[in-house]
Nanobody, 121 residues
């Protein structure tokens, strides 16, 4: 599976952005999909994940209630809607694919290139 994230940019605090991640391959719908982020000087951290059907989602506490992950299996795409953005959300955001939620959180099977999100105060 090859992944390509897009949609990052510069936004003011309180604003919104929607990230997209397009996946290649016909087995997209079999994977748990997720988003991670890495801020300058910090380790990469888990943000959100969604089951293959879209019926289950999981979020980091820091983004609950502000971010929404979704997927469109017909388009081989996963999305991350980010609302009420804060300067602390500034990071490079990466999409990832894994066979299970457990694998996603620990070490995803596939990574995409990141997209920069910058939130100004």
């Amino acid at each position: 599976v090859q992944l390509q994230a897009s949609g990052g940019g510069l936004v003011q605090a309180g604003g919104s952005l929607r990230l997209s991640c397009a996946a290649s391959g016909r087995t997209f719908s079999r994977y748990v999909m997720g988003w991670f982020r890495q801020a300058p000087g910090k380790e990469r951290e888990f943000v959100a994940a969604i089951s293959w059907s879209g019926g289950s989602t999981y979020y980091a506490d820091s983004v609950k209630g502000r971010f929404t992950i979704s997927r469109d299996n017909a388009k081989n795409t996963v999305y991350l809607q980010m609302n009420s953005l804060k300067p602390d959300d500034t990071a490079v955001y990466y999409c990832a694919a894994a066979g299970t939620f457990q694998v996603m959180v620990v070490k995803p099977d596939y990574w995409g290139k990141g997209t920069q999100v910058t939130v100004s105060s």
